[in-house]
């Protein structure tokens, strides 16, 4: 930069390099303070319309009094406000009812899918195609019952299935004669002396002389191939069943099995959805 100025006259900036390179004093373009004053003028209209500036314990409020919560409440409104008929005659509606109204059902199906999602998929899977150790929804066996009134039951009050452990009060042949015995049945074959002692026991005080089950008790339908306890050998799964139970107390190797109670998780209404939605799945009856 030099130290002189060779050009005193021109209203330079006395900023000068290679004793020509020098900067001017112009005034910015106007393009350029148009563009500026309108930003500045952006910003105090902006302030003024809608919150700005933090404060100790607020903030700036604008003259609207618009804010990004009350905007999204306002949605919510709206589409609570176009749920509500719905919900409305849901509420008004037995289980049964809703069922038998088809744009009502229609509208079920269609929203209850978070509803089951948030609180039956952890155990029954999407759609209650089922998971290991949790029935599926969706076929037409059911341990309950799979009437809208039953699935309902079900869903509000839980369901907690007791079979005794048979280890101590039957002989390990007799163990394998009744598994091989239930286990037959799915497959179609015929065995008396299975059938005899399955008859003579306390079995059938549970699951019927026919051993189809009983809804009322939760006892599986033993008949049907459909295994609520799954494993690799059924007939081991069959074994460990009758000789340890389900939800028997005291002992270890137990199945468990226990439908929790949603009455007081969800509204009377979200259990009718539930209901009417687990019935759609294609299974009710
Ligand atoms: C913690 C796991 C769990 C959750 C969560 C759960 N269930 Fe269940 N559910 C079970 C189990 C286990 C059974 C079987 C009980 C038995 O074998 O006695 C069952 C049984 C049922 C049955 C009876 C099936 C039949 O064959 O009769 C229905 C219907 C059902 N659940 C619906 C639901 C719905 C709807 C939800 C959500 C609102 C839900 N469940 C949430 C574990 C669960
Ligand atoms: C106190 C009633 C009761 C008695 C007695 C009883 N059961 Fe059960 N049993 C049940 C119930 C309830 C279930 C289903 C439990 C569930 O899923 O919650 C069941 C389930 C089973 C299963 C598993 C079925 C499956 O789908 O995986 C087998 C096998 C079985 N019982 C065989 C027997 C045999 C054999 C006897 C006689 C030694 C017997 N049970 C006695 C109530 C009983």
Not at 22 to 50: C, D, H, K, Q, T
Not at 121 to 140: I, R, S, W
Request: charged share 20%.
């Amino acid at each position: 930069m030099s130290e002189n100025n060779p050009f005193p006259d021109e209203g330079n900036t006395g900023h000068i390099w290679d004793d020509n390179l020098r900067e001017l004093s112009n005034p910015p373009p106007n393009w350029w303070m148009m563009a500026w004053y309108a930003s500045i003028a952006f910003v105090i209209g902006y302030g003024l319309i809608y919150p700005m500036i933090p404060l100790a314990n607020t903030f700036t409020k604008g003259l609207t009094g618009w804010t990004a919560i009350s905007e999204f409440n306002e949605a919510v409104a709206e589409v609570e406000a176009m749920r509500k008929p719905n919900e409305d005659k849901i509420a008004a509606k037995t289980a049964k009812e809703i069922l038998a109204d088809d744009e009502l059902s229609a509208y079920v199906e269609a929203s209850g899918k978070v509803l089951f999602g948030d609180n039956c998929a952890a155990c029954h899977a999407t759609g209650g195609a089922g998971n290991d150790g949790y029935p599926v929804l969706a076929d037409d066996d059911w341990l309950y019952g799979g009437t809208i009134e039953q699935i309902q039951a079900t869903i509000a009050n839980g369901r907690k299935g007791m079979m005794t452990a048979h280890a101590a009060t039957l002989s390990e042949a007799e163990i394998d004669t009744l598994a091989s015995y239930v286990v037959g049945l799915s497959e179609g074959k015929a065995d008396e002396k299975g059938k005899a002692l399955f008859q003579s026991k306390a079995c059938f005080a549970c699951h019927g002389m026919d051993a189809k089950g009983m809804a009322a008790l939760g006892s599986a339908n033993l008949t049907d191939g459909i295994w609520r306890f799954t494993e690799a050998d059924q007939l081991a799964s069959a074994k460990r069943t009758i000789a340890h139970g389900v939800n028997a107390a005291g002992d270890a190797e137990t199945r468990n099995a226990e439908m929790p109670a949603f009455k007081d998780k969800l509204s009377e209404a979200d259990i009718k959805k539930m209901a009417v939605y687990v019935y759609k799945f294609g299974g009710g009856k």
